[in-house]
């Protein structure tokens, strides 16, 4: 009985070196099937698109169950210290300060910090999952980040803000045509020009946030191409 004791003990010693015993609740992922690098970049991507839903959710300021998405975001955030290089740390911290600030916007239903803070933490994550090799490029994350910020500016009735973002917009845009039209997405560099048009000739708040729906959702149908 007590060799069979310490043979499982050795066993187990054994199993935890080369990670194949997971936490309790957790799936377990094969090393073969996924590095940990991608699996940092799985990590990201919930990331993004758990902020996402709490910016959706904010700005039609639906509060419940949010608490689920922000502890999968603090979840996610635990695993990376371990994976994010030196030049890449401010990011990190900056993800963890923002975070604190959408958790207390969402305890206080305070739907423009709620909506901006989770626009930043999407931002966030897509500059840490550029450097774990994501397949979309950085500039998507940009154009999708100035349209949902012309989203909140347009509620402010702040003009020049908003031309300013338009003009960031536009840059990042100009930038990425050439990628989006090597993966054959033709049809959307025509619409998200005709986009750009209308943007460019606003001239009141609530014009600049129609157009600026319009961006967020060619944002998902461009990032479907780098998907492909």
């Known amino acids: 009985m007590h060799v069979c004791r310490v043979v499982a003990i050795f066993l187990l010693i054994v199993l935890i070196d080369h990670g194949q015993v997971c936490l309790a609740g957790q799936p377990r992922v094969s090393p073969v099937n996924q590095s940990p690098a991608n699996a940092s970049l799985n990590e990201l991507e919930q990331l993004i698109d758990n902020a996402g839903d709490i910016y959706e959710k904010a700005k039609g300021s639906h ?9 999968a975001i603090v979840k996610a955030e635990q695993v990376l210290p371990g994976v994010t ?16 600030d959408l958790e207390r916007a969402i305890a206080t239903q305070d739907r423009t910090v709620a909506m901006k803070s989770a626009n930043k933490i999407m931002m966030l994550g897509a500059r840490l999952a550029e450097a774990h090799n994501s397949p979309v490029p950085i500039n998507v994350a940009v154009i999708g980040f100035c349209g949902r910020k012309l989203e909140i500016l347009s509620e402010t009735e ?6 300013d973002t338009v003009t960031k917009l536009h840059l990042s845009w100009q930038q990425l045509i050439p990628l989006v039209t090597a993966h054959g997405g033709i049809k959307e560099v025509k619409r998200f020009a005709e986009i750009m ?7 009141k708040p609530d014009e600049y946030g129609k157009m600026a729906a319009s961006v ?8 479907k191409i780098f998907r492909k």
């Open 63 to 71: 509060w419940k169950h949010l608490d689920k998405k922000i502890s």
């Open 85 to 100: 290089s030196e030049k890449d740390m401010l990011y990190y911290k900056n993800l963890i300060a923002v975070t604190s």
């Open 158 to 163: 702040s003009v020049s803000d908003l031309s």
């Open 197 to 203: 048009k209308r943007l460019e000739l606003a001239k």
């Open 216 to 223: 967020v959702d060619e944002v998902d149908t461009i990032e």
